[in-house]
Structures are given as structure tokens and as C-alpha cells.
């Protein structure tokens, strides 16, 4: 059965960080486009950051950049989104996928294959 599963999310404060997991099962990631996404209450799902199957070609959105760090473990079929000096606004379910097409799925939602059931994420004093 093909499945992504992700963990890591939680209630932080301002200023804190998260890690986040996806680990992928029924396939393998070596020749996966990845990426995070996330859906604050009330607003569309947005890409967070998405990097290609080289693990070198990465895209992150404007509201992250500097804070975020996405990377992978093919050996571990997993991979990671490392979300530092969180603010209120990345508050959010974040979701896992995989795909092609960084740039597409990242900004457009387009080209991906698997979606992870996500993992809430609440940035609060």
C-alpha cells in the first residue's frame, strides 16, 4: 500500500522550532520530487518548499526562506522539513507529497502523485 505519513507537528511558541517527518512506505523516494504544503484555517493549500529527486534543486515559498530547511534520507525513505523561528502566520496542517515537477507543485499544486493526511502545526503564546 502506497502511503506517506507524517509526524512532528505540534503547539509551539513564537520564536520556536519544529521538525517534521515523512516517511514514505509501498514505494520508493529516490526518484520522487518532494514536497511540503500547508492550509492555515480559512485559506487554500499552499507549497512550502519542494525539492527535486537530486535532492540539490529546492524551492521555497517567500514567507519561509531563511527559516525552513527542507531535505531527504532515501536511505530511510524519509524526508524532513526543519521549520525554525516560527511565527503566528505558519500556523497550519502541513502535508507531505510526492510528485514531479518542483516549481509545479509547489506553485501551482500541480504534478503531484501522493498525499500525506497531514500534521497540525499551531504557533501560539
Known amino acids: 500500500q502506497l502511503q506517506l505519513v507524517e509526524s512532528g507537528g505540534g503547539l509551539v511558541q513564537p520564536g520556536g522550532s519544529l521538525r517534521l517527518s515523512c516517511v514514505a512506505s509501498g514505494f520508493t523516494l529516490d526518484n520522487a520530487d518532494i514536497g511540503w504544503f500547508r492550509q492555515a484555517p480559512g485559506k487554500e493549500r499552499e507549497g512550502v518548499s519542494c525539492m527535486d529527486q537530486s535532492g540539490y534543486g529546492t524551492h521555497y515559498a517567500d514567507s519561509v526562506k531563511g527559516r525552513f530547511t527542507i531535505s531527504r534520507d532515501n536511505a530511510k525513505n524519509t524526508f524532513y522539513l526543519q521549520m525554525n523561528s516560527l511565527k503566528v502566520d505558519d500556523t497550519g496542517v502541513y502535508y507531505c507529497?510526492?510528485?514531479?515537477?518542483?516549481?509545479?507543485?509547489?506553485?501551482?499544486?500541480?504534478?503531484?502523485?501522493?498525499w500525506g493526511k497531514g500534521t497540525p502545526v499551531t504557533v501560539s503564546s
Open positions: 507529497a510526492v510528485g514531479v515537477g518542483i516549481q509545479a507543485m509547489c506553485l501551482w499544486n500541480y504534478g503531484v502523485h501522493y
